[in-house]
T-cell receptor, first 114, second 113 residues
Framework: AQSVTQPDIHITVSEGASLELRCNYS??????LFWYVQSPGQGLQLLLK??????LVQGIKGFEAEFKRSQSSFNLRKPSVHWSDAAEYFC????????????FGRGTSLIVHP | KAGVTQTPRYLIKTRGQQVTLSCSPI?????VSWYQQTPGQGLQFLFE???????NKGNFPGRFSGRQFSNSRSEMNVSTLELGDSALYLC????????????FGPGTRLTVL
């Protein structure tokens, strides 16, 4: 069965600093990978996704993620964090096929200090 | 294109009552999934409907049920509410094809007293 681990429950960074959120997955075949962001009381917004091709994926709001098959990782990065980036971030893994159901990690809460 | 909409946004019920939540997917999306989100359990998959048929089901008791209409709109029903059912219920829609992406609604916050 597929699984997703986000090892950091909370991460605190200063505004303007760089950010990396970790995501490790367990899946037998080539996975479909996603990062979502959730602001308090809101639904999840897709930041970026990886299906195939270039392993460095660009997303919205200046985020990017790199798929590393050898490490079973899909870490999310941003070179300079803004206070508005404070939110909950979820990594998810799915499989090919029309009836896949993504498995979500437990989330990482990002705190941004001014 | 309008996003996924969910109604109502907030609900307060008492134990033993039942509740119905509604989800309107993005136009053209035939798949609707429901998730329960709680601080303790995170995001848990409830079920998925595709073209009015339940295609996948998570590990929830039979008190949780759903349906999908011909226009792809979906409803979720919870009967005999328990305190532990208090959660944010999220709906997500997608086209239903291979490799597509789920788009989430803002959720319905259910509080059971």
């Amino acid at each position: 069965a597929q699984s997703v681990t986000q090892p950091d429950i909370h991460i605190t960074v200063s505004e303007g600093a760089s950010l990396e959120l970790r995501c490790n997955y367990s899946y037998g075949a080539t996975p479909y990978l996603f990062w979502y962001v959730q602001s308090p009381g809101q639904g999840l917004q897709l930041l970026l996704k990886y299906f195939s091709g270039d392993t460095l994926v660009q997303g919205i709001k200046g985020f990017e993620a790199e798929f590393k098959r050898s490490q079973s990782s899909f870490n999310l990065r941003k070179p300079s964090v803004h206070w508005s980036d404070a939110a909950e971030y979820f990594c998810a893994v799915g499989e090919a096929g029309g009836s896949y159901i993504p498995t979500f990690g437990r989330g990482t809460s990002l705190i941004v200090h001014p | 294109k309008a996003g996924v909409t969910q109604t109502p946004r907030y609900l307060i019920k008492t134990r033993g009552q039942q509740v119905t939540l509604s989800c309107s997917p993005i136009s053209g999306h035939r798949s609707v999934s429901w998730y329960q989100q709680t601080p303790g359990q995170g995001l848990q998959f409830l079920f998925e409907y595709f073209s009015e048929t339940q295609r996948n089901k998570g590990n929830f008791p039979g008190r949780f049920s759903g349906r999908q209409f011909s226009n792809s709109r979906s409803e979720m029903n919870v009967s005999t509410l328990e305190l532990g059912d208090s959660a944010l219920y999220l709906c997500a829609s997608r086209t239903g094809g291979a490799g597509d992406t789920q788009y989430f609604g803002p959720g319905t916050r259910l509080t059971v007293l």
